[in-house]
């Protein structure tokens, strides 16, 4: 997908997430954006699922996830580039108030952690996988610089993954990044790892320390920076501002790090081998029982995005044990899926489904992305999804028989094989084989059909009344002086993406209606307001910059979205000088949506306007 669609991408998935002031934050895994927004009411799914280059769009786990593919990094750092939506955006649990089951949120705080860190961890897996290619067949030996630099390099980003989880666990939970890290550094601190290496009886203060293994770890971490986020809170409201600086972080350090030694790790520690010895000792009872049915519901759970959250377990499995048996007896489903897309492939002769299929296929065996197979073609007709399920159960049934295991985490592709060589490796080619071919075969001849594609009725088109967008003035909604939008400190309003218009510098905080019509959108915190006027314009009035940030604190909203309001009926009333205060520009741009409507969106005032004299002219084609 070239730049250019990129952009245009972008800018529509923003455009059907509600705007820039709907998103709370966003991240992207492997394959999918993941928006937290504030009002899932204000997303437009179905025109979201109808832009080209989004396979599907997800309401899962709390979070609206548009599913993109192999692109997803292009278009995530696109969306920042042309959109006015910020990296930084506060926690919507926070500022909407939002209730979450148990399971959003902790499916939330998973994807929050570990998804900023899966490509490096999975880029580290694949170098572990070639290294282990290398010495296999002799190109390199272990006690050579080369491998030896190499290996520095991929398992060196598990080795230290606990000061990775440190930054984006404080991110999540929004305490001091650096603190964090610092936390971090002391449970990997050489000194420490070499006490509990030789045994040593360590004591703070007289209390007996239980030294544990922290390299590799995830589960304490975790914890310690969550505990760290709730003690910055408390010392930021006792310790006193001129000394915050360093007397916070002072504190932090010396509360935490001895916390975590004496406390939290042990307990993490525990946690974390309970949880490996019960995967591992129901794996043990039947391993083909056990096997086959991860193997069966392991489709399902890559479709509503939750495979993720076995991460955690994953890396807890390869740190108690030195390797892991969940992500490779549940890997074969990515040939399970590719097969049966391929089967697909060659079943049909319809032209669009090929398009689709072939790439999807590849992308699948290839690299281990199989959500453009999934969402794309073997859930579209639901019989190859399920064919694929079915051997993706009985090849993790073999797998777990087998006892195959991998020293890291990997993504199951025909590239990543390699990495499985040691026990089992045999059953997990016999595994990957029958899912692979399996279910290519039985989708052929079972599986699919053209028949299923919707019937394309021939029927003569009549042409449609085409109701041109007529000429409309507006007037101006706050006294000021006017500015163009070019002069705006705004990329988004300044190059017209939003929309073409003008800006007001506000006299006072009376924002009025530019015309008759409907409240379309009116968000909570008051800091913007969408009208659709009686005769077709699409407005919106947004009331200084990143005052969404302001939480609603400087403005009173007087209308809802639904009412029907008259021109200059008061629609906001904002303190301006609180916004001042808080050290935010007041201006307010004034743009018409649906400026393609028109030939010409024309500023009518010059230097200053009143509340209720013509702003704009909107000039019909």
């Not at 991240?27 to 954006?33: F, G, P, S, Y």
């Not at 209730?99 to 705080?109: G, I, P, S």
């Not at 400087?554 to 009926?569: L, N, S, T």
Request: aromatic residues 8%; glycine residues 10%; hydrophobic residues 45%.
């Amino acid at each position: 997908m070239a730049k250019k669609n990129y952009e245009k991408l972008a800018k529509e998935i923003v455009r059907y997430i509600g705007g820039p002031e709907n998103v709370n934050a966003l991240v992207h895994c492997a394959t999918r954006l993941r928006f937290k927004v504030k009002n899932t009411q204000n997303v437009d799914k179905k025109k979201l699922e109808q832009l080209e280059g989004v396979i599907t769009v997800l309401d899962s786990g709390g979070q609206i996830q548009v599913v993109i593919g192999q692109h997803v990094a292009d278009v995530y750092d696109t969306i920042f580039e042309v959109t006015d939506l910020k990296k930084e955006n506060p926690s919507d649990a926070e500022e909407s108030g939002e209730k979450k089951n148990l399971l959003n949120t902790f499916m939330d705080t998973i994807s929050g952690i570990f998804a900023p860190v899966l490509g490096v961890m999975s880029g580290a897996g694949m170098l572990k996988a070639l290294l282990i290619l290398c010495t296999t067949f002799g190109w390199l030996k272990a006690d050579m610089g080369t491998y030896r630099i190499l290996y520095a390099a991929a398992d060196g980003v598990f080795t230290f993954i606990p000061v990775f989880l440190a930054y984006t666990a404080a991110k999540k939970f929004r305490a001091n990044e650096f603190v964090a890290v610092g936390v971090a550094a002391a449970l990997l601190y050489p000194d420490l790892t070499a006490a509990y290496s030789a045994g040593e009886a360590l004591t703070f203060l007289k209390i007996p320390v239980v030294l544990v293994s922290y390299t590799s770890s995830v589960i304490p971490i975790v914890i310690s920076v969550y505990a760290l986020s709730k003690l910055e809170k408390g010392l930021k409201k006792i310790v006193p501002t001129v000394c915050k600086t360093f007397l916070t972080p002072l504190l932090s350090l010396a509360i935490m790090v001895p916390a975590t030694y004496l406390v939290i790790g042990p307990i993490a520690d525990t946690v974390g081998k309970a949880l490996a010895s019960g995967y591992t000792g129901l794996v043990g009872l039947n391993p083909i029982i056990a096997g086959g049915l991860l193997g069966l519901i392991w489709p399902a759970a890559v479709m509503f995005g939750v495979h993720w959250g076995f991460v955690p377990i994953v890396m807890n499995n390869i740190a108690e044990y030195g390797r892991d048996t969940l992500f490779t007896i549940t890997g074969p489903n990515n040939m399970a899926q590719a097969g049966a897309t391929l089967g697909v492939f060659l079943k049909t002769k319809d032209k669009s489904v090929k398009e689709l299929a072939g790439p999807a296929a590849l992308s699948a065996v290839l690299a281990g992305i199989t959500e453009p197979a999934i969402y794309g073609v073997t859930l579209r007709f639901k019989r190859p999804f399920f064919i694929g399920a079915v051997f993706s159960g009985i090849a993790g049934a073999i797998v777990a028989a087998a006892g195959t295991g991998a020293p890291t985490l990997l993504g199951t592709s025909i590239l990543t094989l390699p990495g499985y060589i040691g026990v089992g490796f045999v059953g997990f080619l016999i595994a990957c084989a029958i899912a692979y071919f399996g279910s290519a075969i039985v989708t052929y001849f079972f599986g699919y059909s053209d028949d299923m594609l919707p019937k394309k009725e021939e029927k003569k088109e009549e042409p449609q009344e085409i109701i041109p967008a007529k000429d409309e003035a507006l007037l101006a909604p706050v006294s000021g002086k006017v500015i163009p939008l070019s002069e705006v400190r705004d990329e988004a309003f300044a190059g017209g993406i939003l929309g073409q218009g003008a800006a007001v510098i506000p006299e006072n905080g009376e924002i009025c209606a530019p015309c008759d019509g409907v409240i379309s959108v009116m968000y909570p915190t008051g800091h913007a307001v969408g009208i659709k006027s009686d005769i077709g314009a699409e407005i919106l009035i947004h009331v200084g910059m990143d005052t969404v940030t302001l939480n609603g604190s400087c403005f009173a909203v007087k209308v809802k979205a639904g009412d029907y309001v008259k021109a200059g009926q008061l629609l906001v009333r904002a303190n301006i000088e609180g916004i001042k205060k808080e050290g935010l520009d007041i201006t307010t741009p004034v743009i018409v949506a649906n400026t393609a409507d028109y030939m010409q969106i024309k500023t009518v005032a010059e230097e200053s306007v009143k509340s209720g004299e013509v702003l704009l002219n909107c000039v019909s084609k």
